[in-house]
């Protein structure tokens, strides 16, 4: 069972934009903290945003003031709105549900490229 799905990655230049989507079931989207991951080739995974039920976000420092997160939740949805994007984010971006800081479901991932 399909309990989250990530859509919006793609090829883009540097300095251009893309809008990530994670889609949840209503029970994870209601009660869990949804985060955005990236992994690069080669790289370890690391946290690049994540939002809370209640709307608290964090960043991790490497995306502050270019990525913003939001959760609109008629659609059970959560955005991750990424600008002036730079060749070092490219990456597979996941979405998970966490509770206690530990992912319990994970989406399938989708590819950012950033090159020109």
């Known amino acids: 069972q399909v309990q989250l799905v990530e859509s919006g990655g793609g090829l883009v230049q540097p300095g251009g934009s893309l809008r990530l989507s994670c889609t949840a079931s209503?029970?994870?989207?209601?009660?869990?903290?949804i985060t955005w991951y990236r992994q690069a080739p080669g790289m370890q995974r690391e946290l690049v945003a994540s939002?809370?039920?209640?709307?608290?976000?964090n960043y991790a420092d490497s995306v502050k003031g270019r990525f913003s997160i939001s959760r609109d939740n008629a659609e059970n949805t959560v955005y991750l709105q990424m600008d002036s994007l730079k060749p070092e984010d490219t990456a597979v971006y996941s979405c998970?549900?966490?509770?206690?800081?530990?992912?319990?479901?994970w989406g399938q991932g989708t590819q950012v490229t950033v090159s020109s």
């Open positions: 209503r029970s994870i989207f209601s009660r869990y903290t």
């Open positions: 939002i809370g039920p209640g709307g608290s976000t």
């Open positions: 998970c549900g966490a509770r206690f800081g530990r992912c319990e479901y």
